[in-house]
C-alpha cells in the first residue's frame, strides 16, 4: 500500500518542476548576451535557431558553375525545325554513365573528357543526367567507340540513337 507521504513527495515535486519551468521562461537574457535576440525583438522578428532539417546537408552543399545555366535539353523532347515537323534521331552516341546527382555526372565528364577525342555530353531524362559520347552519323563508328570506351572502364556503355551535333 502506497502512503500519504509518497503523494506528497510527488506533490511537492511537481510542484517545484512546474515553479522551476515557468520561472526558467520568463527569465530575459542577459546583458550582452544574445545580441541578435534583442534586435529581433525591436524588429518583430522570431529568432530560430538552426533545426535537425539545417543540418542534413552540411559539407555537400551544392556549387553552381557557368555549366549550370546552359540548358539541358531532355532527351524525350520533341523539338520542330523551322518546317513544323518533327525532328528525328539521326545519329548515335555512346551512352557510357547515368545518376540522378548531377555533380557525380559533372566528376564523370570531366575524368572521361581527358581520355577520349569525343565531344562528352549531359543530356537529361528524368530523373537521370546521361553522360554521352560523340556524334556519330554511322553505327559502326558508334560501336567502335563503344568498345574503346569499355577498355576505358565503362563496361556498361551502349550506342544509343539520338540527334547528333551538326546534323541537319
Not at 533545426?51 to 539541358?72: A, C, K, M, V
Not at 559502326?140 to 576505358?152: F, H, N, S, Y
Request: aromatic share 12%; glycine share 6%; proline share 4%.
Amino acid at each position: 500500500m502506497i502512503s500519504a507521504s509518497f503523494f506528497r513527495n510527488v506533490g511537492i515535486t511537481v510542484v517545484f518542476f512546474l515553479w522551476h519551468s515557468i520561472n526558467a521562461a520568463s527569465k530575459q537574457p542577459m546583458e550582452g548576451e544574445f545580441r541578435e535576440y534583442k534586435s529581433a525583438l525591436a524588429s518583430n522578428v522570431k529568432v530560430v535557431g538552426e533545426t535537425f532539417l539545417d543540418t542534413l546537408n552540411r559539407g555537400r552543399e551544392i556549387s553552381l558553375t557557368d555549366r549550370d545555366f546552359i540548358p539541358i535539353v531532355p532527351e524525350s523532347a520533341s523539338a520542330s525545325d523551322k518546317n513544323g515537323t518533327a525532328e528525328v534521331p539521326n545519329g548515335f552516341r555512346v551512352q557510357c554513365f547515368a545518376s540522378s546527382q548531377i555533380e557525380r555526372v559533372r566528376a564523370e565528364q570531366k575524368a572521361l573528357e581527358s581520355k577520349v577525342r569525343y565531344p562528352v555530353y549531359i543530356v537529361f531524362a528524368t530523373p537521370y543526367y546521361k553522360l554521352q559520347v560523340g556524334d556519330f552519323v554511322k553505327r559502326v563508328d558508334a560501336d567502335d567507340a563503344a568498345a574503346k570506351i569499355k577498355e576505358l572502364g565503362y563496361a556498361d556503355a551502349w550506342v544509343v540513337r539520338t540527334k547528333v551535333q551538326g546534323r541537319p
